[in-house]
């Protein structure tokens, strides 16, 4: 028997499988609510950096529950299919209108009921732009961003990268959060971490770094959960815009990073039940453990074509 990894004999893993997740992701996303409540009046969601779509799922399945429970409908998994059954009669009150969920990422994703998805890199104007769209008129009341390069091994590079994604993440939601909203987004732990924070004291009084229960404790991956979105008054969303295209220089930065000192202090909280499952841990998964199929299997694998060329070698 070859060996597994790590990834597939925790029990997260087959968890996610079990409660037909797409991916373990999505206990992270469940754990922070344990501690957040972040779903709580939640009607409008946009989720970066979505595939597989695990935490679409998340979204999905809690928003609908909650729409339909107040619509005295079904609540079956949550997953009521967006305008299924939604004929208008007459205008609708904000609290009667169907979640909107919109989706984004590089690769392309299998659909997710009641979620609007988009290809493309949040770091483009044009994937911004689109996102934006969906939101004309009517803000979100939370972002999610789970971004992650594909990592380097080089952590500074590694780190780097992925502030420039919550960057990407944080100009779509100066345009898109409603005021008193809320902004999730994974961040890499390193010695940089605290321009960051000090970037998202800007424009939340509240953030808290979290460590769900569900994400190991040998990687530095962290959340962070923005609450009560209030940007600088004067503030212009274009500004960051100007940050990621190279137009506001690396001196004009120094000078920003300049104002945002003294350090703040960012709490860290740990989520999830404390006694629950150690992802750490391999507990099942043994010889005799019988292996479940994926919830979704990948639609375009990036070693897709590497398979074809080996079919076609031995053919
Ligand atoms: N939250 C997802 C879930 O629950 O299924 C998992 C997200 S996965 C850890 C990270 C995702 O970030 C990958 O699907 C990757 O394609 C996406 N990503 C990385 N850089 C991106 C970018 N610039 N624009 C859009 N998506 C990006």
């Known amino acids: 028997m070859g060996r597994k990894s790590k990834d597939k004999r925790d029990i997260y893993y087959r968890k996610a499988k079990e409660e037909g997740w797409r991916a373990?992701?999505?206990?992270?996303?469940?754990?922070?609510?344990?501690?957040f409540d972040i779903f709580k009046g939640v009607k409008r969601a946009v989720d970066l950096?979505?595939?597989?779509?695990?935490?679409?799922q998340v979204l999905s399945r809690r928003l609908f529950l909650a729409h339909n429970k107040r619509d005295g409908g079904g609540v079956g998994d949550g997953c009521k299919v967006r305008g299924a059954g939604s004929e208008a009669k007459g205008p609708v009150g904000d609290e009667e209108k169907e979640p909107v969920i919109v989706a984004v990422d590089l690769q392309p994703m299998a659909p997710v009921e009641g979620v609007v998805q988009i290809q493309g890199d949040i770091t483009s104007t044009e994937t911004a732009t689109e996102v934006i769209r969906h939101f004309e008129g009517e803000k979100a009341d939370l972002v999610v961003s789970d971004g992650a390069p594909d990592v380097t091994g080089l952590h500074?590079?590694?780190?780097?990268?992925?502030?420039?994604?919550?960057?990407?993440?944080?100009?779509?939601?100066?345009?898109?959060?409603?005021?008193?909203?809320?902004?999730?987004?994974?961040?890499?732990?390193?010695?940089?971490?605290?321009?960051?924070?000090?970037?998202?004291?800007?424009?939340?009084?509240?953030?808290?770094?979290?460590?769900?229960?569900?994400?190991?404790?040998?990687?530095?991956?962290?959340?962070?959960?923005?609450?009560?979105?209030?940007?600088?008054?004067?503030?212009?969303?274009?500004?960051?815009?100007?940050?990621?295209?190279?137009?506001?220089?690396?001196?004009?930065?120094?000078?920003?990073?300049?104002?945002?000192?003294?350090?703040?202090?960012?709490?860290?909280?740990?989520?999830?039940?404390?006694?629950?499952?150690?992802?750490?841990?391999?507990?099942?998964?043994?010889?005799?453990?019988?292996?479940?199929?994926?919830?979704?299997?990948?639609?375009?694998?990036?070693?897709?074509?590497?398979?074809?060329?080996?079919?076609?070698?031995?053919?």
């Open 24 to 35: 373990r992701s999505a206990f992270k996303l469940l754990q922070i609510d344990e501690d």
């Open 49 to 56: 950096c979505a595939a597989p779509g695990s935490w679409s």
């Open 156 to 315: 500074d590079l590694d780190e780097f990268v992925q502030s420039q994604l919550i960057l990407a993440a944080l100009t779509i939601v100066t345009h898109v959060l409603k005021e008193g909203g809320t902004f999730i987004a994974k961040v890499f732990r390193g010695k940089n971490v605290q321009l960051l924070y000090s970037q998202l004291k800007m424009f939340f009084p509240l953030v808290t770094v979290s460590k769900p229960r569900s994400s190991r404790n040998a990687s530095i991956e962290a959340f962070v959960v923005c609450q009560k979105y209030s940007p600088p008054a004067g503030f212009e969303p274009e500004m960051l815009r100007r940050v990621l295209e190279g137009e506001i220089t690396s001196k004009d930065l120094d000078s920003w990073s300049d104002a945002t000192k003294p350090k703040v202090i960012v709490p860290f909280v740990a989520c999830g039940d404390l006694q629950g499952w150690d992802p750490d841990a391999v507990v099942l998964g043994g010889q005799s453990e019988a292996s479940l199929a994926p919830v979704q299997p990948p639609i375009a694998p990036p070693y897709k074509r590497a398979l074809e060329l080996i079919k076609r070698g031995r053919d």
